[in-house]
């Protein structure tokens, strides 16, 4: 677990910081993406960091994430499909989803999740269900009409999520950005400030699951492309996410840039 020692003597650490200021430097830069992603792939590009969905840091021990000022969406922590069972995307899509409203073929499923039961699709409830014997976060669903909890079951080990958390969050920078429009609707940020936490740790993250401050966002659709691919299913980023205000209680501390 990273330390403010640890902090202060670590080369990736202050590798980040130098390209950081530089970015901040920069003033108003254009978006790099059209989209609400635009935010994270400008600021890895002039980071010179290549995208990816690893489970690995995006420099060195440092992990990497951004947003607007001004939002209020959550705080993506990782995304990672279950750990068991085998094909369970496929099934929580095709058994507990709905038409995509544009393709009456194929199926999604969008829906959150806490450590209570939540409504989705006015039919299912779901849950994150801790298990401390078993070691593992188990994904609960029931039937709203029949109040019975549903016979099948997916599940994150806990090693696999713990492993994640050493990896990714043992070092987390926070860049926000203000962010405008130009006459010709483009997009533009300044990357104003950074905080970086340290000292993520998976009893940490359970604790606050616990307390119902994470959240778990199921994402899945199909591929629309006509091919070989098409109508097979597509994680458009499930995973486990936080509101800003609450990320410091993850880590032992933080420092301001």
Same mark, same amino acid.
């Given at each position: 677990?990273?330390? $403010? #020692? ?7 650490? +202050? &590798?980040?910081?130098?390209? =950081?200021?530089?970015? %901040?430097?920069?003033? /108003?830069? $254009? *978006? ?20 990816? !969905?690893?489970?690995?840091? #995006? ?6 994430? *951004? ?6 969406? +959550? ?20 058994? =507990? ?19 209570? /039961?939540?409504?989705? =699709?006015?039919? /299912? ?22 109040? &019975?909890? &549903?016979? @099948?079951?997916? /599940? ?5 999520? $713990? ?10 920078? @926070?860049?926000?950005?203000? *962010? %405008?429009?130009?006459?010709?609707? +483009? ?15 998976? &009893? %940490? @993250?359970?604790?606050?699951? !616990? ?7 199921? %994402? ?38």
């Amino acid at each position: 677990m990273a330390s $403010r #020692d640890y902090l202060d003597s670590n080369e990736s650490v +202050k &590798e980040f910081i130098d390209r =950081y200021l530089a970015v %901040r430097e920069l003033g /108003w830069v $254009r *978006s790099h993406r059209s989209n609400n992603t635009g935010i994270g792939k400008t600021l890895e590009d002039l980071l010179m960091i290549h995208e990816n !969905n690893l489970d690995e840091a #995006d420099i060195g021990d440092v992990e990497i994430k *951004s947003q607007r000022a001004l939002t209020s969406s +959550k705080v993506t922590l990782f995304t990672k499909k279950p750990t068991g069972p085998d094909g369970a995307n496929n099934i929580l899509r095709d058994q =507990y989803g709905v038409q995509n409203p544009k393709h009456p073929d194929l199926m999604q499923m969008h829906a959150s999740m806490f450590n209570y /039961w939540n409504q989705t =699709y006015k039919k /299912w409830g779901m849950r994150l269900q801790p298990n401390d014997e078993e070691e593992r976060i188990y994904l609960e669903i029931k039937d709203l009409q029949t109040d &019975e909890v &549903e016979p @099948f079951t997916c /599940w994150y080990d806990y090693d696999i999520i $713990r492993k994640i958390i050493t990896k990714k969050m043992n070092i987390l920078a @926070f860049v926000s950005a203000d *962010s %405008r429009h130009a006459s010709d609707g +483009k997009e533009y940020f300044r990357y104003t400030e950074c905080k970086l936490f340290y000292g993520g740790t998976f &009893e %940490r @993250f359970l604790a606050l699951m !616990n307390d119902g401050k994470i959240q778990y966002d199921i %994402r899945i659709g199909s591929y629309k492309t006509p091919g070989k691919s098409y109508g097979k299913v597509h994680d458009h980023g499930s995973g486990f996410r936080i509101s800003r205000g609450k990320l410091p209680e993850l880590f032992v501390g933080n420092i301001t840039l």
